[in-house]
T-cell receptor
Framework: GAVVSQHPSWVICKSGTSVKIECRSL??????MFWYRQFPKQSLMLMAT?????????EQGVEKDKFLINHASLTLSTLTVTSAHPEDSSFYIC????????????????FGPGTRLTVL | AQSVTQPDIHITVSEGASLELRCNYS??????LFWYVQSPGQGLQLLLK??????LVQGIKGFEAEFKRSQSSFNLRKPSVHWSDAAEYFC????????????FGSGTRLQVQP
């Protein structure tokens, strides 16, 4: 259980184009999903928090008009990189949060396999 | 603000040897603590987590971690390392109200020698 998928797993695009990345929780519902960015040999940096049915909350320094996030359902969040440039090339990872009570508090994030974006 | 420090960037151990990866955190209240493992080009897999209760937490793949409040530490251990354990390990802290996003340490790369 608690499987999160991302699609595509990798994408190469030309500078100036837009790329959409999907994050799905396959066997659970997630009211909150998170988008992270990871540069080579570095840790994960939180980009934004995606809440189902409301606007995403972006971290300081993340351009919300460039990284569009839509959390249209309890199992799907999308990240669209608009007008991509080479500096946007990175590994993007999403996570979906399980929050509930089942024999104790459960508050855990499960991560997708990541999407490698290369902008030429 | 919450933060996580993983002092060791890179560790090499021999297969069959014991392992301890260090993690120190800074957090104003009782933290939620996690260890994740990442293989190259892959996402993160949850190894174990601590919310409350018993300070020694058992995880998957034979890993365990001990929460020590007095030392603000949550070190990951394994008694006998296998070659397949070679990967990047991340300690993370979460909690607080609102977003509950995770703050990650910089990671420790584990190399296993035959």
């Amino acid at each position: 259980g608690a499987v999160v998928s991302q699609h595509p797993s990798w994408v190469i695009c030309k500078s100036g184009t837009s790329v959409k990345i999907e994050c799905r929780s396959l066997d659970f519902q997630a009211t909150t999903m998170f988008w992270y960015r990871q540069f080579p040999k570095q840790s994960l940096m939180l980009m934004a928090t995606s809440n189902e049915g409301s606007k995403a909350t972006y971290e300081q320094g993340v351009e919300k008009d460039k990284f569009l996030i839509n959390h249209a359902s309890l199992t799907l969040s999308t990240l669209t990189v608009t007008s991509a440039h080479p500096e946007d090339s990175s590994f993007y990872i999403c996570s979906a949060r399980i929050l509930g009570l089942a024999g104790g508090l459960i508050d855990t994030q499960y991560f997708g396999p990541g999407t490698r974006l290369t902008v030429l | 603000a919450q933060s996580v420090t993983q002092p060791d960037i890179h560790i090499t151990v021999s297969e069959g040897a014991s392992l301890e990866l260090r993690c120190n955190y800074s957090y104003g209240a009782t933290p939620y603590l996690f260890w994740y493992v990442q293989s190259p080009g892959q996402g993160l897999q949850l190894l174990l987590k601590y919310f409350s209760g018993d300070t020694l937490v058992q995880g998957i793949k034979g890993f365990e971690a001990e929460f020590k409040r007095s030392q603000s530490s949550f070190n990951l251990r394994k008694p006998s390392v296998h070659w397949s354990d070679a990967a990047e390990y991340f300690c993370a802290v979460g909690g607080g109200t609102g977003r509950r996003a995770l703050t990650f340490g910089s990671g420790t790369r584990l190399q296993v020698q035959p």
